[in-house]
């Protein structure tokens, strides 16, 4: 994937837009203000494939991005100050053209999604929801405040996002084929950020883990080099710290089969006592 980005970044880098979020924030602003005004109606703007192919509707193709969420203006402050915080913090890390190339994929596949279920009503909310998961791959220990109070790491928001995505797709009233087609709208509506983040994420984590097992090895390899083979078991003597020491293993019934390690100087005191036992 980052081979083909490059070579289209080599080409076509020249014509990406910076900072396209924001212009996109004004104008989910201004359909707001003219929603509110009734000059025209969220309804209008929304995508549906019916509408596309039967009633020549195209402008819906294009006007669903600018369709926000929020019905209250403090809701959308918050909504479009989030999506900025995200995409801003995501073009920083990928960079203008991929941020660009993310961001028109997932319309991309939106749009081809309304298309396979004409019957569905789209709007830009799962495109903007994958900037949200994307900057939560991204910077995962990033805080936000929760009711201007409660400091939560960004990542803990997108797992509980996730969870509520999964929730609604697996409790639809349609049975097995009900989750399948959720699953399939719901992979469509999100594949810009699997492609970019999740396959990337879970190589990381593999590697990760496999970087752990190399480490574990090598620490039970050093482990195994250093280690002294003979050590006392009740001074800790080895034979590595003091090379002249002489040690002996007992093999009486309280060390057992196995024996125990001992120095000169323990041992006679170990046997000592074990004479001790006897006679008494």
């Not at 969220?42 to 195209?58: A, E, M, P, R, T």
């Not at 496999?210 to 800790?236: G, L």
């Amino acid at each position: 994937m980052d081979k083909i980005l490059d070579k289209l970044e080599s080409k076509y880098g020249k014509y990406a837009i910076p900072n396209l979020i924001q212009y996109i924030s004004v104008l989910m602003f201004m359909v707001f203000l003219l929603d509110s005004a009734g000059i025209i109606s969220y309804q209008q703007l929304v995508l549906s494939g019916f509408y596309v192919i039967k009633q020549s509707q195209f402008w819906r193709i294009f006007t669903f991005l600018l369709v926000p969420m929020s019905k209250t203006p403090v809701a959308l402050f918050f909504e479009v100050m989030i999506l900025f915080l995200c995409a801003r913090g995501v073009e920083a890390a990928i960079g203008t053209f991929r941020m660009n190339a993310y961001y028109f994929l997932g319309a991309f596949m939106i749009i081809l999604a309304s298309f396979i279920f004409p019957l569905n009503v789209f709007n830009s909310h799962f495109l903007y929801l994958s900037f949200f998961f994307a900057f939560a791959t991204l910077y995962p220990d990033y805080e936000l405040l929760l009711f201007f109070v409660l400091p939560v790491k960004i990542k803990y928001l997108a797992y509980f996002s996730a969870f509520l995505l999964l929730y609604a797709v697996f409790s639809s009233t349609y049975g097995l084929a009900g989750v399948l087609y959720q699953l399939l709208n719901l992979g469509l509506a999100l594949f810009n950020y699997f492609l970019f983040f999740g396959t990337q994420h879970v190589k990381n984590k593999i590697g990760d883990v496999q970087q752990r097992r190399r480490y574990n090895a090598y620490v039970k390899e050093i482990d195994k080099a250093t280690r002294p083979i003979n050590k006392c078991s009740r001074c800790s003597k080895n034979e590595k710290d003091n090379p002249d020491e002489q040690f002996r293993y007992c093999t009486c019934k309280v060390c057992g089969e196995d024996g125990v390690a001992f120095c000169a100087e323990h041992l006679k005191e170990h046997k000592e006592e074990i004479a001790k036992k006897k006679g008494e």
